[in-house]
């Protein structure tokens, strides 16, 4: 993960802000800090304290897959709505899961959620909702075919005496089974 950039934020001698992150254009930072969409997840996931390990594990995974896609790299100012929209699209196009890519936009969207509150974007561009755009491709599974656990159940029931006696527990056999020694 990238850290903080010395080079971008200098304070001269009078205290003021100097360097990129410094300019600003009606209270919006100029070139959104010059931030790309990696560095802002980076930043973003670095506020997240005290998750579990399974979903820093997502976490991890979003960050590689962003490093690895050209989205990543670019700048957090140049990413519109249409943008983030045609790209969220073309996932799909590439064969990425629907379960998949709502993960992704489940980092993104805070991400430049707080972007935006940090005044270097002026509008969350995943701010919108996946059905809009996406087709939930997944399915529903079974763990069992109802039939076939219906099947399970009813041979459970039919050979619970025998079971039961053959793991040594009486207490769960029938009341007119008769232990013969």
Same mark, same amino acid.
């Given at each position: ?47 997240? @304290? ?17 490093? *690895? ?27 990425? &899961? ?7 936009? &489940? ?16 509008? @969350? ?42 793991? &040594?527990?009486?207490?769960?056999? *029938? ?7």
């Amino acid at each position: 993960m990238t850290g903080f950039h010395p080079a971008r934020e200098r304070i001269s001698p009078s205290g003021k802000k100097s360097g990129s992150l410094g300019k600003t254009r009606n209270g919006i930072l100029y070139r959104g800090g010059d931030l790309s969409v990696l560095e802002l997840v980076e930043k973003y996931l670095n506020t997240k @304290n005290g998750v579990r390990p399974t979903t820093q594990n997502g976490y991890r995974t979003v960050v590689n897959f962003l490093k *690895k896609d050209p989205f990543g790299e670019k700048r957090i100012d140049k990413v519109r709505v249409l943008d983030a929209k045609e790209w969220i699209v073309g996932l799909q196009k590439k064969g990425k &899961g629907y379960s998949s890519i709502h993960s992704i936009r &489940g980092v993104l969207r805070p991400a430049f959620a707080l972007a935006a509150e940090s005044d270097f974007i002026r509008k @969350n561009p995943f701010d919108f909702e996946l059905k809009e755009v996406l087709i939930n491709d997944s399915s529903k599974r079974d763990a069992v075919e109802p039939s076939v656990e219906k099947r399970f159940l009813d041979f459970g029931r039919m050979t619970r005496p025998i079971v039961s006696a053959m793991t &040594g527990c009486l207490s769960c056999l *029938k009341p007119d089974f008769e232990f013969q020694s």
